[in-house]
C-alpha cells in the first residue's frame, strides 16, 4: 500500500524516534532535487513529492523535538 502525503497531514506512526532518520533521509532527497522519497512504515509505503517538502521539514522538527526531550511527549496508549 502506498500513500502519498498531503500538505498538512501527515500520517501516524508507531514509533516516532525510529523513524525520525528515515523522515531525515527522505526530506534531504527532496532538499537535493529528487522528484519523490519514499519511506517504509510497516507494511505502508509513505510518499513525499517536491510540493510536500515543508510539511517534511515540519514532521522532522516536531519528531526532533519529541525525541531529543525538548517538545511535548506522546503516549500511545492500547
Not at 532518520?21 to 509513505?46: D, F, H, S
Request: one cysteine or more.
Amino acid at each position: 500500500m502506498t500513500i502519498c502525503t498531503t500538505p498538512g497531514v501527515m500520517p501516524s506512526v508507531d514509533n516516532p524516534c525510529a523513524m525520525l532518520p528515515q523522515l531525515r533521509a527522505a526530506l534531504y532527497q527532496l532538499l537535493a532535487g529528487e522528484a519523490r522519497a519514499q519511506v517504509r512504515n510497516g507494511e505502508q509505503w509513505l510518499t513525499w513529492h517536491q510540493g510536500n517538502a515543508k510539511a517534511l521539514q515540519r514532521e522532522v522538527r516536531r519528531l526532533e523535538a519529541i525525541c531529543e526531550g525538548t517538545g511535548p511527549r506522546a503516549v500511545r496508549v492500547r
